[in-house]
């Protein structure tokens, strides 16, 4: 699957790293690897729960959603650094605040656009592997019951319920793609 997006095979190979020291229930990627916190394996008790969180974080390095938040982080804090500049040629010192809420506003930019999008091919990926893929969208409804506030926030993630929808919306065009045959890739 990774190979249809992307033409340098490097882009498909990703370090897998466990990280034995947090309790936070979290997983992360950063282009070249993929980071699980141990905390988030004692959650996803059933290997298909924790197929779906490492195939949404592969699905971010697939995407190139990283480079893709750095870029937006940079463009960001320029504007912000012209707005500083500016500040300060008339007498006010603003310490950089504007450049670093700009490259703070640009990497969150298209966040939640981009967590959508590792959410649903990341649900491509999983299947692909091999792993049953109905009981995902069932997987946030277990995230908002070990974190409530998870239910409204969208700043930079989806909100759970709207993650349960969009999810239980690609799994059934997984399966239905499957049940007719057709290539099992993302639209």
């Known amino acids: 699957l990774c190979h249809k997006f992307n033409s340098n095979s490097d882009l498909c190979v990703y370090d897998f790293e466990l990280n034995e020291d947090s309790n936070e229930i979290n997983a992360a990627a950063d282009a070249k690897k993929v980071y699980i916190n141990a905390a988030m394996m004692e959650f996803a008790s059933k290997d298909e729960e924790l197929a779906i969180v490492l195939g949404h974080e592969v699905a971010h390095n697939m995407m190139g959603h990283i480079s893709k938040m750095k870029t937006n982080a940079t463009a960001g804090a320029v504007v912000g650094a012209l707005i500083d500049v500016l500040a300060e040629s008339r007498g006010i010192e603003t310490d950089g605040v504007f450049s670093r809420s700009g490259a703070n506003f640009g990497a969150i930019k298209h966040s939640v656009q981009f ?20 009981e995902a969208p069932n997987f946030w409804r277990k995230m908002s019951l070990k974190h ?40």
């Open 148 to 187: 409530p506030e998870a239910i409204f926030i969208s700043t930079t993630h989806p909100s759970n319920p709207s993650r349960f929808l969009s999810l239980q919306k690609t799994v059934d065009e997984i399966l239905a793609k499957d049940s007719r045959g057709e290539e099992l890739l993302p639209d």
């Open 115 to 134: 967590e959508e999008e590792a959410d649903y091919v990341g649900l491509y990926i999983t299947y692909n592997a091999g792993y049953d893929i109905k």
